[in-house]
C-alpha cells in the first residue's frame, strides 16, 4: 500500500494521549493503567518517537502499538516488514503480533519497565525505503498488567467487528486500519480513540487511517465477551482490527 513517489503527508493529525496526554480514568484499576503517549513521522523510515512521562513511574508493563503504510500488492518479502523499535534505556523489548493489513502494518511489542522510564524515550521507523505515507506509535504503561491475547482480522465490507472475550479488570486495545480512506473511525459503546493519525500521500499516494482505542475505563471491564470496533462500516470498505489484551496480574 505505497506510492513509488511521496508527495506531501499531511495528517500528523494525533488525536492522543499523546501530546498533552489523556489522564488515566478513575476507577477499577485493576491493571493500574498510568498514561499513554504517541508520536507519528512524515515517513516510514523516520523516526517517530515517544518521550516518556513522570505519569509512568511505577510501571511494570510497557506496551507499544506501532502502525504504517507497508508492503504493496504482491510485493515480495511482504511478511518481512515489520516496525523497528529502538529504546534509550536499552529495554528487551518482544513482538507480540505482527499483522498486515492489505498493505498496511500494525505491531505490537511489550517490555518489563526498569525504573528509569521517565524522561527516556521509544522510536520505531519501518522497514520501508520508500517514505510514502509514515506511520504512528503509541507507548502505554500499566502497574498490575500483563498481555493476554492478541487477536486479528481483515475484512471487507460490513461492520468492522471483532468478538473477544476478556478477563474481569482487563484494558483491552483494538487497532484499526483503512489503508485507502483517512476517516476517523466511530468506536463502538464503551471505547475511545486513544490515538488519530490520517495520512494523505496525495493525488498518487494513499489515504489511510491508523486509530488506536481503548476501553473508556481501563480496568473496569466485568469479565466476560465483548466486542470490539466501530459503529459504522469503513469509509473504503476494506478494513483491519488487532485486538489487545491487558489482563490483571504480572
Do not use: K
Not at 8 to 31: E, H, K, N, R
Not at 92 to 110: A, M, P, Q
Not at 210 to 236: M, R
Not at 240 to 248: A, K, M, Q, R, S
Amino acid at each position: 500500500m505505497r506510492s513509488r513517489v511521496w508527495l506531501v503527508l499531511v495528517v500528523a493529525v494525533v488525536v492522543l494521549a499523546g501530546c498533552a496526554g489523556v489522564p488515566a480514568p478513575t476507577g477499577g484499576a485493576a491493571v493500574g493503567y498510568l498514561d499513554a503517549r504517541s508520536a507519528s513521522s512524515q515517513r516510514e523510515d523516520g523516526a517517530a518517537t515517544v518521550v516518556l512521562p513522570t505519569s509512568m513511574q511505577g510501571a511494570t508493563l510497557l506496551v507499544a502499538v506501532a502502525m504504517g503504510d507497508g508492503p504493496g500488492p504482491g510485493e515480495a518479502n511482504a511478511q518481512a516488514q515489520h516496525s523497528v523499535l529502538s529504546d534509550s534505556t536499552g529495554r528487551v523489548w518482544t513482538e507480540r503480533l505482527h499483522h498486515i493489513v492489505y498493505g498496511s502494518i500494525v505491531d505490537v511489542y511489550t517490555a518489563p519497565a526498569n525504573g528509569h522510564d521517565a524522561g527516556s524515550t521509544i522510536s520505531s521507523t519501518m522497514a520501508v525505503t520508500h517514505g510514502d505515507e509514515g506511520h504512528g506509535l503509541t507507548v502505554l504503561a500499566y502497574r498490575h498488567g500483563h498481555v493476554g491475547s492478541a487477536i486479528a482480522a481483515n475484512g471487507s465490507f460490513g461492520l468492522p467487528h471483532l468478538r473477544d472475550d476478556a478477563p474481569a479488570g482487563s484494558d483491552v486495545l483494538t487497532a484499526f486500519v483503512d489503508g485507502r480512506q483517512n476517516t476517523p473511525a466511530v468506536p463502538v459503546p464503551g471505547f475511545r480513540p486513544l490515538a488519530v493519525l490520517p495520512v494523505d500521500g496525495g493525488p498518487t499516494g494513499d489515504r489511510d487511517l491508523y486509530q488506536l482505542e481503548q476501553l473508556t475505563a481501563p480496568g473496569t471491564w466485568p469479565g466476560g465477551p465483548l466486542v470490539t470496533g466501530n459503529t459504522a462500516p469503513s469509509a473504503s470498505g476494506y478494513w483491519g482490527l488487532v485486538d489487545i489484551t491487558i489482563e490483571p496480574g504480572t
